[in-house]
Structure formats: structure tokens, C-alpha cells
């Protein structure tokens, strides 16, 4: 969607895009390659000047209707979500709702960037004399948007981009476009938008999203994905001077101490650490449990693991497939990895025997630190219990282990305890994570998810946190 246009890809070419919960063709979808890159640039780079001169008020009312057309249209946009993504309606009208939140959050920032005036001091030098400091936009940015929350991630990187005057081009994920391409049209649809503020390219990350990091006129690089991609971006960036926010893996640890409420913390434990599928950088997939309560958190979870539906998204199913065959043949992997390892599977680790791609929620227990399971990514339903010792030093004990990870995106602990609940979030041997939430593992308002990814830029370490 270059211009305000839908246009077939240059090269004629186009990949399948289909339903993870029965393994059938939704469609196909344009293949954007580098010729498709250049073309959306120059749309934007052309509309430019035009978008960052208009009225910031003019803006935010633009970035409301946009708002309001998302919330009119979100039947249809969670539905497109749901066949593409696999996940339950609920969750993807949940991610279109807050899209429009979005939306209405940063409408508000349109109209307040300021710049700063200030008299110039120095006895000898531009004596009676004010310097002034004016906010500009960037220019040209470059979004990348992952398979995992689509229309979420599309609207969490335009909407900041809107408001600031910048315009853009979003490669889409080849995985689950769908959403995020009716998202773009919608945009258009509005009266007084210029075309070419925002564009769109599905297409292969090593093609289409290669092309816009490379390209010269890309001033900004916005990423949500991998560790491992955002390290290459960084390098590719610098060739050109980019900018680059980027939001990587996770890997987050749920403390649960001995004083905790158990039944609450359990339940949330297998929530988050399930949450999507565990298709979430977010996710709890660490469970650290303190040794006077392991064994009736280990059978607790794994009785509320093993109890979860799983599903096509019709089926009203808590959880959805995960996203292809070939991501679950490496899930597959980890699991077996994790039995190889000496890990006790308590639930689960097996395919579901249906069309789709689905794996049983599955549940592992007596991890040490160093496993594969424990250390690595898995993005997928399995999740990790490890035990620390109970008495003097659990506290420090729990915190080395919740610690011992690449990944600083999101944490939690669960305690009654003031003293363990200070220890685990003020000083500087707590939980290492950019977000930490003390009873649920879940962000809910924009002003938080805005400062977490904020804070989260690079999550491999992150000292910054939001409670």
C-alpha cells in the first residue's frame, strides 16, 4: 500500500499466508522486495514536508478519527487477527481496542512538543542575546513489526511517528500481514490525510526489511523481533547514521516466595507465562519458587497448565496454535533439549494430533539456571520452574537466579513481604528488567507500555525499570 494505493509487488512475486490454527491458505500476499522499498520511501520522503508543516492540532484530530475508525471497524480487523494469527478473538480485539488508545494517547503529544528559550549569559559572548531549541521531526522512519502482535505493534510504532510529523514506511511480517494492511487502508480512508505519510510493504525480512535499514534516506529504524535481527540492525544502521529503537527477546522471571498468595500467583504464573501462546517477548517462562512451597507450586501449575484449552480461535479456546509448522518444529526441539538435560516434564510436551499447529501447554520442573530451556527464547507454551533455597539468602538467591539471563525485558515477583518486595525492585541487585510488575505480569495503559519499550530499547541489558 504505496501512496494511497494498493499495488502489486514489482517483481510479480507473492508468498502464502495461512491460517496456523487449520494449516490452510488464507491468501496470498504481495512480496515487497527492494524496487517496493524505494517506491514507499520516495512516498513518504515526498509527503514530508507537507505532514510535518500541518497544524499539530490538525494532526491529533486526524490521529482521533483514525481512532474512532478502529473502534468502528474492529470486528473486522480482530477477525482478520484471529484467521492470520491464530490467537482467541478476545485477546485480538483486546490488541485492536488498545491500538485505538494509542491512537488517542499520542494525539495528545501532537500538540505538546516544545522546544526551550533561554538568555545567553556569558559576559563576553552574545552579550543580551537568547538561544532557542526547536523540536523537528526525523523525517523518513523505517518500521519493522513483528508476526507475533500485529496490529499491536503496527500501532505502537505509527502512532508516535504520526504525532511527531514523521513519515514512514512499516514492513509488515510476512507471517501475519493481514491486519496490519487493512489498519493501513483505514488511515486513508480519513479525510485531509496526505497520501504517503504512511505505507506499508509485506514482505521477507531479508529482503524487504534489509532494503530499508540499507536505505539512505531512512532516517529512523523502529524493531520489535529478535535479539540476534536487532544486533544486525544496529550494524547496518550505522552504516547510514540511523537512529534505531529497538524492542528484543525476553526471557522474564516470576518470583514466587514462600509468603506469597499462591492460588493468585499460579494462576497468574501459567496466565503470563501462556499469555498468547507464549508467542511474547513479555511472557513469564522463568518460574522461580521458593523451596518451602516448590512442590505445591510445581503440581499447581502443572494442574492449571494442563487444564488450559487449546484451540481454533472459533472454538472459543483459551489459547491459540503457535504460528507455523516450522516454529513448532523448533519448539518441538526445545522440549526435547529440556528432557536431554535432566528436567523433569510434568505436563504436556507432546503435538496436538488436529489440523493447525498446536502444542500441549507443557510444564517442566527441577531447571537449574544453565539449561537451554531456562537460558534461551523459546516462544512457545513451555515454561521452566526452578527452586531456590528457603531462609537467610533466599532473597539474594532468587535475585541471582531471576538475573542470570541475556534478556532485561519484564519481570515479576510475587511476596507479602514488604522488606522482599523493596529488595526485589529498589536497589541495585533486583530483578534486572525494563518493566516489573509485583502482582500481575500484564501492561494495560499506553503510558506504560510507551515507557517500558522506551526503557526496553535494548533488552539484552536494561538497568532502567517501570514498576
Known amino acids: 500500500f504505496i501512496n494511497g494505493q494498493w499495488q502489486d509487488a514489482k517483481s510479480g512475486k507473492t508468498f502464502d499466508t495461512v491460517n496456523p490454527g487449520t494449516g490452510e491458505l488464507i491468501t496470498k500476499v504481495a512480496s515487497g522486495g527492494v524496487d517496493d522499498i524505494n517506491a514507499a520511501v520516495e512516498a513518504a520522503k515526498n509527503a514530508a514536508e507537507a505532514w510535518a508543516n500541518m497544524n499539530p492540532a490538525v494532526r491529533s484530530r486526524l490521529m482521533l478519527h483514525f481512532a474512532d475508525k478502529i473502534e468502528q471497524s474492529a470486528d473486522e480487523l480482530a477477525t482478520l487477527e484471529c484467521e492470520d494469527n491464530g490467537k482467541p478473538f478476545g485477546d485480538a480485539m483486546g490488541d485492536v481496542m488498545f491500538s485505538a488508545q494509542l491512537m488517542r494517547y499520542y494525539s495528545g503529544h501532537a500538540m505538546n512538543i516544545t522546544g526551550m528559550s533561554s538568555m545567553r549569559e556569558n559576559e563576553h559572548y552574545y552579550q543580551n542575546s537568547y538561544a532557542y531549541t526547536r523540536k523537528e521531526p526525523v523525517g523518513v522512519c523505517g518500521l519493522i513489526t513483528p508476526w507475533n502482535f500485529p496490529i499491536l505493534m503496527t500501532s505502537l510504532k505509527i502512532a508516535p511517528m504520526l504525532a511527531s510529523g514523521c513519515t514512514g514506511v512499516s514492513k509488515l511480517p510476512e507471517l501475519t500481514p493481514l491486519s496490519s494492511l487493512r489498519l493501513i487502508e483505514l488511515w486513508h480512508e480519513i479525510e485531509g490525510v496526505i497520501p504517503g505519510v504512511l505505507n506499508a510493504v509485506p514482505g521477507i525480512g531479508a529482503e524487504a526489511g534489509e532494503a530499508l ?160 530451556i531456562v537460558q534461551e527464547e523459546i516462544f512457545g507454551p513451555v515454561l521452566s520452574i526452578i527452586k531456590f533455597k528457603s531462609g537467610d539468602g533466599s532473597v539474594e538467591e532468587a535475585l541471582d537466579i531471576a538475573n542470570d539471563s541475556p534478556y532485561g525485558l519484564k519481570g515479576g515477583f510475587f511476596t507479602s513481604d514488604r522488606s522482599k518486595a523493596t529488595s526485589s525492585l529498589g536497589n541495585s541487585s533486583a530483578v534486572k528488567s525494563a518493566t516489573i510488575a509485583t502482582s500481575a505480569s500484564v501492561t494495560t495503559s499506553p503510558s506504560v507500555a510507551t515507557k517500558s519499550l522506551a526503557l526496553a530499547e535494548s533488552s539484552a541489558s536494561t538497568p532502567s525499570r517501570t514498576s
Open 213 to 372: 535499514v540499507d536505505h539512505r534516506d531512512v532516517r529512523k529504524i523502529a524493531f520489535t523481533g529478535s535479539t540476534a535481527v536487532g544486533k544486525r540492525i544496529m550494524q547496518r544502521g550505522a552504516e547510514t547514521m540511523k537512529r534505531t529503537t529497538l524492542e528484543l527477546g525476553g526471557k522474564g522471571p516470576l518470583i514466587i516466595f514462600g509468603d506469597a498468595d499462591l492460588p493468585k500467583a499460579m494462576g497468574t504464573a501459567v496466565h503470563c507465562g501462556m499469555v498468547n501462546t507464549a508467542s511474547s517477548a513479555a511472557a513469564s517462562t522463568r518460574i522461580i519458587v521458593e523451596e518451602s512451597v516448590y512442590d505445591q507450586v510445581v503440581e499447581g501449575i502443572a494442574g492449571i497448565a494442563s487444564q488450559t484449552s487449546m484451540g481454533y480461535w472459533r472454538e472459543q479456546a483459551a489459547r491459540g496454535p503457535v504460528i507455523s509448522e516450522q516454529h513448532l518444529q523448533k519448539i518441538m526441539g526445545y522440549i526435547e533439549a529440556g528432557k536431554a538435560e535432566g528436567a523433569r516434564l510434568v505436563t504436556g510436551g507432546n503435538r496436538i494430533d488436529r489440523p493447525g499447529f498446536y502444542v500441549e501447554p507443557t510444564i517442566f520442573a527441577d531447571c537449574t539456571r544453565d539449561m537451554k
